[in-house]
């Protein structure tokens, strides 16, 4: 009975982890799509909808399924993220009519982090050291991911719009940036040589190296500099990383 609960949460973790990488994309061409003035990228945000509508479905019905095996701390992440669902209706209304791309970006996150809450409290909730450990590693890699997707979507709606024309949006990946190192660095402190390896691997790509020199560009340039990489590339790029970290 204690090893099917385990594999339950492990199976929550898995499934929430679709959601999160899901929003990732879906925020990505969200962005695009406000910086480009909603004239373009259409059928990008209507797939990628669609996708986390898919993944949505299947994480909520898994967690409404399982959170009475968990913690308490697991029954209230849980509860968190099962309520964030309802919102995601207002958010793309709002991308498609109010927002600016640094507020895409922003509630994005902010609803990521709601499904990386539940991940923490979901290692926390098993009781195998070992799977527990595993867990741990792959809610700090989430973390490190999620920073560097939500540069992207920084970048990709400055790219549409030529510069940091929303207020506070180059503050943003600048915070973003920092932030990917913070959750690089707690990755490394407890992740094995060979996810290391692995996780290396999957960011030695030109994918990788196109978006972190569009970004390093950016930051380099500051807050009032045109930002002139091309928003085409740095999607497929950035769509690419994140799918790359995406196990």
């Known amino acids: 009975a204690v090893w099917k609960a385990v594999e339950s949460l492990v199976a929550v973790a898995q499934v929430d982890s679709d959601v999160v990488d899901a929003l990732q994309q879906e925020s990505l061409y969200s962005s695009a799509f406000v910086g480009a003035d909603r004239k373009a990228w259409q059928s990008q945000v ?6 986390t509508d898919t993944a949505m479905a299947i994480a909520i019905e898994r967690l409404k399924a399982d959170q009475a095996k968990g913690s308490s701390s697991f029954r209230s992440s849980a509860g968190l993220a099962i309520d964030s669902a309802d919102k995601l209706t207002y958010i793309r209304d709002a991308v498609d009519q109010g927002y600016r791309f640094d507020q895409v970006a922003s509630t994005y996150g902010a609803l990521q982090d709601t499904f990386l809450a539940t991940n923490l409290t979901v290692a926390d909730a098993v009781q195998d050291p070992q799977v527990a450990s595993e867990l741990r590693t792959a809610a700090a890699l989430a973390g490190y991911k999620a920073a560097i997707a939500r540069q992207a979507s920084l ?5 549409e719009q030529g510069g940091f024309t929303a207020e ?13 190192a913070s959750q690089e660095a707690i990755f490394s402190s407890i992740a094995s040589t060979d996810r290391k390896g692995e996780v290396r691997d999957a960011l030695t790509t030109e994918a990788r190296v196109g978006l972190e020199a569009a970004r390093d560009a950016a930051l380099d340039g500051g807050a009032d500099a045109d930002v002139t990489a091309d928003p085409k590339a740095l999607a497929v790029s950035a769509g690419s990383v994140i799918t790359e970290l995406h196990e």
């Open 168 to 180: 506070g949006s180059y503050n943003q990946l600048v915070a973003a940036s920092s932030d990917e």
């Open 155 to 159: 970048l990709v709606g400055a790219a």
């Open 46 to 51: 209507k797939t990628t909808r669609q996708a």
